[in-house]
């Protein structure tokens, strides 16, 4: 009876955390949103609504990570982006987060690499959508460019990310 008292209370608490990662990871989509960030590249923004995904992907597992991302992204998409923002977002969201957890299981990559290879993916998710719009696969060109934004904003959000995990005490996960 104990255990089962407990079990639940566990749950409970991880529900909890659970939807407050995804108003925090909402409210970042509303701050990157209202932010005047233009890298004068059409399609490149921060992402720093990863921050609260990759911590969830490390700190808890891969389905809490996939339920906040996903629910970060179809609320953000409605209030913020529409229809078509919130298809591009979800396929650059579950392919990032599908390559993020495929290789924090391997064990070789730093929260860094793995925040990396994540930006990298979104964006790729993202210029298949979109490639798959518009029928033409000349949409790959723009795809250096997007690796490269990818790569230096996984970096940041990675290393943001790797001290903010460093500084949440771990009970909070337990």
């Known amino acids: 009876m104990q255990s089962q008292i407990s079990k639940n209370s566990q749950r409970t608490k991880r529900l909890a955390i659970s939807s407050m990662f995804a108003c925090l990871a909402l409210i970042f989509s509303y701050v990157e949103a209202i932010i005047p960030f233009n890298a004068g590249i059409p399609g490149?923004?921060?992402?720093?609504?990863?921050?609260?995904?990759?911590?969830?992907?490390?700190?808890?597992?891969?389905?809490?990570?996939?339920?906040?991302?996903?629910?970060?992204?179809?609320?953000?998409?409605?209030?913020?982006?529409?229809?078509?923002?919130?298809?591009?977002?979800?396929?650059?969201?579950?392919?990032?987060?599908?390559?993020?957890?495929?290789?924090?299981?391997?064990?070789?990559?730093?929260?860094?690499?793995?925040?990396?290879?994540?930006?990298?993916?979104?964006?790729?998710?993202?210029?298949?959508?979109?490639?798959?719009?518009?029928?033409?696969l000349k949409m790959f060109l723009y795809f250096p460019i997007l690796m490269f934004s990818g790569i230096a904003s996984g970096i940041m959000i990675g290393i943001v990310a790797y001290v903010i995990d460093k500084k949440v005490p771990k009970s909070l996960f337990k």
């Open 44 to 136: 490149v923004k921060l992402g720093i609504a990863n921050l609260v995904v990759i911590i969830a992907l490390y700190e808890m597992n891969f389905r809490y990570a996939f339920a906040i991302n996903a629910l970060r992204i179809l609320i953000s998409g409605l209030l913020f982006s529409g229809v078509f923002g919130a298809l591009y977002s979800l396929a650059g969201g579950f392919l990032s987060l599908c390559v993020m957890w495929l290789l924090k299981k391997t064990n070789l990559f730093s929260m860094i690499g793995v925040s990396m290879a994540g930006g990298v993916a979104h964006n790729m998710g993202q210029l298949l959508v979109a490639a798959l719009v518009v029928s033409n």
